[in-house]
């Protein structure tokens, strides 16, 4: 993605209080998934359980694996209110306090911030779906026929197509 708007817009909000690039993203998933009632569904048996938000895990890697604790109701919060309940559970996280465990509908996995340039990533069970993070760099952008160095992201998306389709996919990655 052309992420330069996004960057701006993170940097500015940076300037006013503690967030991440990561916050962002997350944010702005969480009001992509209110539009969409596939996105924030789980699978519980053989039953599609649609949840009223959009409760997002943040995937945080400990020596001994990998950890998903969930930040709960991310589309009906501010960036500020989101930077900081994310900080409190990744921290809590990594001290083995799990908070919300098994109630996201959606994960976030970040591997930018060690410089991965794209990954995919598999579901979190019973979850609907997981975007893969990589790194913001610099890269070539082309705008109006004119090139132009500018920052740029990839996310990949994986999805349960028994929930999710291709055509949904689409709506929430546009």
Do not use: W
């Not at 924030?40 to 053989?46: H, L, M």
């Not at 949840?51 to 995937?59: L, R, T």
């Not at 589309?75 to 799990?98: F, P, T």
């Not at 098994?102 to 976030?108: L, R, S, Y």
């Amino acid at each position: 993605i052309d992420a330069e708007a996004m960057f701006a817009f993170y940097r500015g909000e940076k300037a006013k209080y503690a967030c991440t690039v990561n916050d962002v993203v997350t944010l702005a998933c969480g009001r992509a998934i209110r539009e969409l009632p596939a996105m924030r569904s789980q699978i519980e048996d053989d039953e599609v359980i649609e949840y009223p938000s959009a409760n997002i895990g943040i995937a945080v890697g400990l020596e001994d694996g990998l950890v998903v604790p969930v930040v709960m109701g991310v589309d009906r919060m501010s960036l500020q209110e989101l930077g900081v309940e994310a900080r409190r559970l990744i921290d809590n996280a990594r001290e083995g306090k799990l908070e919300n465990m098994g109630q996201g509908v959606f994960t976030i996995t970040n591997l930018g911030m060690v410089g991965v340039e794209e990954f995919s990533a598999i579901i979190n069970p019973p979850e609907a779906a997981i975007l893969a993070v990589s790194a913001l760099r610099e890269d070539v952008v082309v705008r109006d026929g004119a090139m132009r160095p500018g920052k740029v992201m990839t996310m990949t998306l994986s999805t349960d197509h028994r929930i999710i389709d291709g055509v949904v996919a689409a709506q929430f990655l546009a």
